[in-house]
């Protein structure tokens, strides 16, 4: 995904990544804040995950990212501070801008334009919170790169050495300081060195150190832990006070100070370098009285200056390090790469395949069921089967990510059609196969606009119906035998059968004098074309239709119904595999060829009788099934496994459920078996045949092709049209 | 001169670029995700210095540095700050829990690398 030759473009597609999950902690955040979590480390994860996007943003120069992450930041971290109390107004806004930045963190993902106005928008309304404290906005410069606090670009310490040599026949009072500094005790508990500091402020200019022995008692009398020194530097330098200054701010306070001009010193104070004094000679490692690790050391040693600097960890440090393997984001997470796991997916396909078939040659080779081959065989399946779940598990991922997506759509749907409405999410856990999850964005994001714009009554329908003005959207998912369901239910009116019924008809989708169930009026939601918003709104009419949510959902093997009470709401229940690898499937034989059709469009088995098809046509049949007619295929003609023949009685029959509601009806030889299988796919190299859709192997070794019947219809093209009217018609 | 430095940062991407921004100046870096982690991998090691974020889950910077300080053996190890915070009470805060410099994000790595080498080396 990354060239991988660039460290920092890798780090960057990190980053992105772990915004992803700062948003996802965002967006759990603000949800507790808005059900009212009292939890002051609640606010604080909101705050931290702001303030992590904007740290790294700033690394890469996402100056938008920045810019708006930083004020979101500035005014969460009013209310952080109780400063500022959000109100549910608040909240709304603090996801509307949570929204904005995973839309900013997305744009400077994907290079594209930054909407920049939005923003503003947001800004302007998230800072009126704040009221007056507004006015101290801070600006976005703050972040500049400030380098450090300590200044760095040092000469070398031998240059040190020569400064001190350097002329200095004049000293121009303008140009020099002179630097009074004498450490204490307190400033060795943060780790600060009077080298350091040294070293700092002759990057200023050209110095002359001169180190004050006065103090330093005999070794007897030595505390280890007192400092004894003290520092005169002469800097000739342009620099102002406050550069100086900026050198000891980290030891404020934790030292005696004192910056003047040349003349005021010597006027000002008599303390200038007395009895022993070493100068320049702050070269070596001057200070070592007061390090820390003096107190471990039984002899401390006055200042020999260069052994007496001893680091406060020696140079084995290194070596005694052990090797402990922390490394960022290995707490409990490995990021592999997708394509290991497929090929680690694949070869556990290979592994089932292999085992299915040593299965049936230690079958057929009439061992006892109690032999030690079969025990091992039994043992050999069982871990087969976990070995299988174990891997497939490895590619699932949890729904909460594609929840919290919805959660947006619900907000952003609700305000477009001024309805009140709340997300309830279920299930947030539950894993699914990752291009499962990928894939099921657009038709869920379909049916939850669906939901909030014609499920739910406007307010004042609901007032009217005595519910409550805010209409709830419950999403949920759960694991179910074997399959994934995910719910989106509403609490609105439910589906108007009458008028659904009539628009049907209208729309020429149903013979007016069919009579249908409930539940089959229902399901003429999923018809193409079909659409009961007598006016279009701005968010579901745009003509996409629950067909192309029900032909999504069955691209990935799944499943979609309807259930809904008038009064009460509708519930649409998705059901899905567990993954894309493996296949529910019935495996059958057409014309001594052994295929594997997909067990899920599987509507029922019929076996033909002599009075149940009737010929449209030569080539063109229909069959008769309960009072309606299915247009019939035979798979072997289609797939040139045979001629085309007159009669079809005694053939077995396979009732299936097409893509666009409709029914058809295919004639096979015989049903051998139900099984999972493991998809192959097929090579590029192949032709593309029409209707095939993979290959699998067999237990036996035998390769079979995986059908795609709605394909292999939709190719026969001409049959259908005029004459499957006709059929509808009869 | 090669440097042992551990980084505590709860961000994923911060611990990446001090250790691309340190890894090639030879030094051995240590990661840890907040301050309680930050402890338990500071356990195992020697490190030369500490660079640490402040606003971390579990325990903040400042926590840490209390923490660390009050090992007898690290007081004098140097603790780099580094973080987007920029505020003089900040500051303050960090340095009364025994500081020893403080750095803004975003950083230059060279510069990353000099100051650890100076308060270090």
Redesign the interface.
């Known amino acids: 995904m990354t060239d991988h030759n660039d460290p920092m473009a890798e780090i960057k597609a990190s980053f992105f990544i772990e915004c992803e999950e700062l948003l996802e902690s965002l967006q759990d955040g603000l949800q507790e804040m808005d059900e009212g979590s009292e939890d002051p480390e609640t606010i604080n994860v909101v705050f931290r995950a702001v303030h992590s996007i904007k740290g790294g943003a700033g690394a890469f120069g996402l100056e938008e990212l920045v810019r708006f992450a930083h004020r979101y930041e500035t005014v969460l971290d009013e209310v952080r501070a109780h400063r500022l109390e959000a109100d549910s107004e608040a909240h709304k806004l603090f996801f509307a801008a949570a929204d904005h930045l995973s839309d900013l963190v997305r744009a400077s993902r994907d290079d594209l334009p930054m909407p920049v106005a939005e923003s503003d928008r947001l800004l302007t309304s998230l800072e009126a919170l704040l009221g007056d404290v507004s006015d101290e906005e801070v600006r976005p410069e703050d972040f500049e790169p400030l380098g450090v606090s300590l200044t760095l670009d040092l000469p070398d310490l031998g240059d040190l050495s020569d400064v001190e040599e350097a002329p200095e026949a004049e000293e121009p009072p303008a140009d020099s300081w002179i630097v009074r500094f004498k450490p204490e005790a307190e400033l060795f508990d943060t780790g600060n060195e009077p080298q350091m500091l040294i070293r700092n402020l002759c990057a200023l200019g050209e110095a002359t150190v001169t180190c004050d022995l006065t103090d330093l008692p005999p070794l007897e009398s030595l505390a280890p832990e007192t400092p004894y020194l003290s520092w005169t530097i002469t800097l000739q330098s342009t620099c102002d006070e406050a550069e100086i200054r900026e050198v000891f701010e980290f030891v404020d306070g934790l030292c005696e100070l004192s910056i003047q001009r040349p003349g005021a010193a010597l006027e000002s104070e008599s303390l200038p370098p007395l009895g022993p004094s070493v100068t320049a000679e702050i070269a070596r490692p001057p200070e070592p009285t007061a390090a820390p690790t003096a107190a471990t050391d039984p002899a401390p040693e006055p200042p020999e200056p260069a052994a007496a600097a001893a680091p406060p960890f020696p140079d084995d440090t290194a070596e005694a390090a052990p090797r402990k393997s922390k490394d960022g984001g290995a707490k409990s997470v490995v990021r592999v790469d997708l394509e290991r796991i497929e090929r680690l997916v694949n070869l556990v396909g290979e592994l089932v395949i292999n085992q299915a078939m040593l299965s049936q040659s230690l079958g057929e080779a009439g061992l006892s069921p109690h032999s030690d081959a079969m025990n091992g065989l039994e043992e050999f399946q069982r871990l087969t089967r976990d070995i299988q779940d174990s891997v497939m598990m490895i590619r699932a991922q949890p729904v909460k990510s594609l929840f919290q997506r919805m959660s947006r759509i619900v907000r952003e749907s609700s305000a477009a059609v001024k309805k009140d409405v709340r997300l309830i999410t279920e299930g947030e856990s539950t894993e699914v196969d990752k291009t499962v999850i990928e894939r099921l964005a657009d038709p869920l994001t379909h049916m939850i606009r669906n939901s909030v714009d014609h499920g739910l009554e406007s307010p004042e329908d609901r007032g009217k119906a005595g519910k409550p003005p805010q209409g709830t959207v419950h999403l949920t998912a759960a694991h179910r035998s074997g399959r994934v369901v995910i719910e989106v239910s509403d609490d609105g009116g439910g589906i108007d059968r009458k008028k659904v019924h009539q628009v049907a008809i209208t729309k020429g989708l149903v013979p007016p004098d069919l009579p249908l169930s409930d539940n089959e009026i229902d399901n003429l939601l999923f018809l193409p074309g079909f659409s009961t918003a007598s006016q279009v709104s701005s968010l579901s009419g745009r003509g996409v239709g629950m067909d192309v949510v029900k032909t999504s959902i069955q691209s990935l093997g799944g499943r979609i119904s309807i259930h809904s009470e008038r009064g009460r709401g509708t519930t649409f229940s998705i059901s899905l595999p567990l993954t894309l690898a493996v296949l529910d499937g019935m495996v059958v034989n057409v014309a001594g060829e052994t295929l594997v059709l997909p067990l899920n469009v599987v509507v029922e088995t019929l076996s033909l009788g002599p009075e149940d098809v009737q010929m449209l046509r030569p080539g063109a049949f229909v069959v008769r099934v309960r009072g309606g007619f299915v247009p019939l295929y035979d798979l072997g003609v289609m797939l040139g496994y045979r001629p085309a023949r007159d009669r079809h009685e005694g053939a077995i029959v396979l009732l299936i459920s097409l893509d666009d509601g409709s029914r058809a009806a295919l004639v096979i030889d015989a049903i051998h078996d139900q099984r999972q299988v493991v998809i192959k796919g097929l090579d590029d190299s192949f032709y593309r045949a029409p209707g095939i859709a993979a290959a699998t192997i067999l237990g036996d070794g035998q390769i079979a092709l995986i059908l795609d019947p709605a394909d292999i219809i939709a190719a026969e093209g001409p049959l259908r049209g005029a004459e499957l009217a006709l059929t509808q018609g009869v | 001169m ?3 430095v551990l980084a505590v940062d ?8 001090i ?2 921004a340190l890894l090639p100046a030879g030094f ?1 870096v ?4 907040d301050g309680v ?1 930050g402890l ?2 500071l356990d ?5 210095a500490i660079i640490t974020d402040i ?3 579990r325990m903040d910077g400042f926590g840490f540095i209390d923490a660390v ?1 009050a090992q ?2 690290r ?5 780099l700050v580094l ?2 915070e ?1 505020a003089p009470e900040m ?1 303050m805060r960090a ?1 009364n829990a ?11 790595p060279t ?2 690398v ?2 650890l080498q ?4």
């Open positions: 090669s440097l042992t709860d961000s994923r991407t911060m611990r990446d670029m250790r691309m051995t240590h990661v840890a995700e982690d338990e991998v195992g090691i020697e490190p030369d606003n971390m889950p300080r007898e053996r007081r004098g190890v140097p603790i973080t987007t920029s500051k340095r025994g500081a020893t410099g403080w750095i803004v994000k975003p950083f230059d510069k990353l000099k100051a100076m308060v270090a080396g």
